[in-house]
C-alpha cells in the first residue's frame, strides 16, 4: 500500500445568531472540534392522557417536545504553537470563544441600560429585553431554532496570566417547535423545514410484512 489515505473532510457544527425577526445572520460560531456525543430526548405531544380515553389515543397535538444535550471542547494548544499567527489567542486564551457562548443568554449592555432607563422614567412596562434568534446547526439536515436550557463550562488549563486555554461547555437546548412558535415567524419556517427533511427521510424507507416474518395482519 501506498500510505495511508487522507482524513475525511468533516463539515464543522455550531452556531447561527440571527436577529430577533430570524431576517439577518449577525453571527455565526463554528465548534473547533465537533462533539464526540449527542443525546436527544422527545416527549410525544398526545390529545389523550389518561388510560382508557380511547377517543383520543391516536390523536397528536404537534411535533414532540424536543431537549438535546451536547458537550462542546476549547483548545488553544495547537494556536499557541505559532503565537504570530493567533495574536489574539496569545492575549486573552481561549475567552473570546468562552464569552461568545455566554453571549446566548445575555443582553446586550446597551439593550440593558436602554431597557433600565426608559422603565425608570415610566415610559414602559418592564419586560425581559427581546433576544436573538438562536439555531443550532448540526450539518445541513439539521438547522433546528433552540433556546439554551442548561449552561456549565469547566474550565481546564490556563496561561501565566490566568486565562483559559483547554474548556468543555456543557449545553442543553430545548428545540423551539411551531408549537413555541408564531407560525408565520422565521424560526417556525426553520423549524418546519427541518420536520419536511425529516419526513423526506423516512419516505426513502421501504420494507415489507414479509421482513418480520409476517404475511398479513388479519
Do not use: C, W
Request: proline letters at 6%; a negative charge; hydrophobic letters at 45%.
Amino acid at each position: 500500500m501506498a500510505g495511508y489515505p487522507r482524513s475525511p473532510n468533516v463539515l464543522k457544527g455550531g452556531f447561527v445568531v440571527m436577529d430577533e425577526a430570524g431576517a439577518k445572520v449577525q453571527r455565526v460560531h463554528a465548534f473547533q472540534y465537533n462533539p464526540d456525543s449527542l443525546s436527544r430526548t422527545l416527549a410525544p405531544r398526545g390529545a389523550g392522557s389518561s388510560p382508557g380515553d380511547n377517543a383520543q389515543a391516536l390523536r397528536r397535538t404537534g411535533p414532540p417536545a424536543e431537549t438535546i444535550a451536547l458537550e462542546i471542547e476549547f483548545d488553544a494548544t495547537d494556536a499557541l504553537e505559532h503565537p504570530d499567527r493567533h495574536a489574539e489567542v496569545v492575549e486573552h486564551g481561549i475567552a473570546a470563544d468562552l464569552a461568545a457562548l455566554e453571549s446566548f443568554l445575555t443582553p446586550r449592555v446597551e439593550t440593558i441600560t436602554a431597557t433600565k432607563a426608559l422603565a425608570d422614567q415610566g415610559l414602559i412596562e418592564v419586560l425581559p429585553a427581546p433576544g436573538e434568534l438562536l439555531l443550532l446547526v448540526l450539518g445541513p439536515a439539521r438547522v433546528l431554532p433552540v433556546r439554551i436550557t442548561g449552561f456549565a463550562i469547566t474550565e481546564e488549563a490556563f496561561d501565566r496570566r490566568l486565562n483559559p486555554i483547554r474548556a468543555k461547555a456543557a449545553l442543553s437546548f430545548q428545540v423551539l417547535t411551531s408549537e413555541d412558535l408564531a407560525m408565520t415567524s422565521r424560526a417556525a419556517e426553520l423549524f418546519l423545514a427541518h420536520l419536511k427533511r425529516r419526513e423526506k427521510l423516512v419516505g426513502g424507507l421501504g420494507t415489507s410484512l414479509a421482513a418480520l416474518g409476517l404475511e398479513s395482519l388479519a
